[in-house]
């Protein structure tokens, strides 16, 4: 199985304060054949299922504001929040969907000051 | 618009056998339909893939729970059927149905059901 790896496991900003949200897979989520990270994150907030923010590790999903941004390429990437709002706390996860078992992190808490 | 929802029991007694259903709207799992997965999370704890099945039949499980879980689809009810044998209080968690997309290429979970609370107790 590949190993989802998030850090750190929370995190507090204070308004407007960038966040950043790492993730690190055990073995290479790039597929050679099209060039893309089957990558994804999710936020996740209580009482609600998981919505897809990121996939293919840096595309954003329709409808997502442009302050959530992803990066990274093979085993380590990134979420970005450029200026987290109070609307923005909850839970984020990444997930690899390169092979099954498909497997997410552990989930990093996000907090506003 | 594509939705699903997840149904089925909110208690099951331990070793007892848990079935859910998750009925969708706005895709087909016939030809070229992607796929419909299920995803738990227990009370507290990160989310977990279980098992997924393809538009053409083709179906896949978690290793670590391969030998109790079996999914099933009826493409003219639209339906997806998640049955999980022999239940114990750690399967307590909310279950998720989702759709993965296909076009051109795999997309991960775009759609979600609202998810169903599960609680294994006597």
């Known amino acids: 199985d590949i190993v989802m790896t998030q850090s750190p496991d929370s995190l507090a900003v204070s308004l407007g304060e960038r966040a950043t949200i790492n993730c690190k897979s055990s073995q290479s989520v790039l597929y050679s054949s099209n060039n893309k990270n089957y990558l994804a994150w999710y936020q996740h907030k209580p009482g609600q299922p998981p919505k897809l923010l990121i996939y293919?590790?840096?595309t954003r999903e329709s409808g997502v504001p442009d302050r959530f941004s992803g990066s990274g390429s093979g085993t380590e990437f990134t979420l970005t929040i450029s200026s987290p709002q109070a609307e923005d706390v909850a839970v984020y996860y990444c997930q690899q969907y390169y092979t099954t078992p498909y497997t997410f992190g552990q989930g990093t808490k996000l907090e506003i000051k | 618009q594509i939705t699903l929802k997840e149904s089925g029991p909110t208690l099951v007694k331990p070793t007892q056998t848990l079935t859910l259903t998750c009925t969708f709207s706005g895709f087909s799992l016939s030809s070229g339909g992607g796929g419909v997965g299920w995803i738990r999370q227990p009370p507290g704890k990160a989310l977990e893939w279980l098992t997924l099945?393809?538009?053409?039949?083709?179906?896949r499980y978690s290793p670590s729970l391969k030998s109790r879980l079996t999914i099933t689809k009826d493409t003219s009810k639209n339906q997806v059927v998640l049955t999980m044998t022999n239940m114990d209080p750690v399967d307590t968690a909310t279950y998720y149905c989702?759709?993965?997309?296909?076009?051109?290429?795999?997309?991960?979970?775009?759609?979600w059901g609202q998810g169903t609370l599960v609680t294994v107790s006597s």
């Open positions: 099945i393809y538009w053409n039949d083709d179906k």
């Open positions: 989702a759709h993965q997309r296909y076009n051109n290429a795999w997309y991960p979970f775009g759609y």
């Open positions: 293919w590790a840096s």
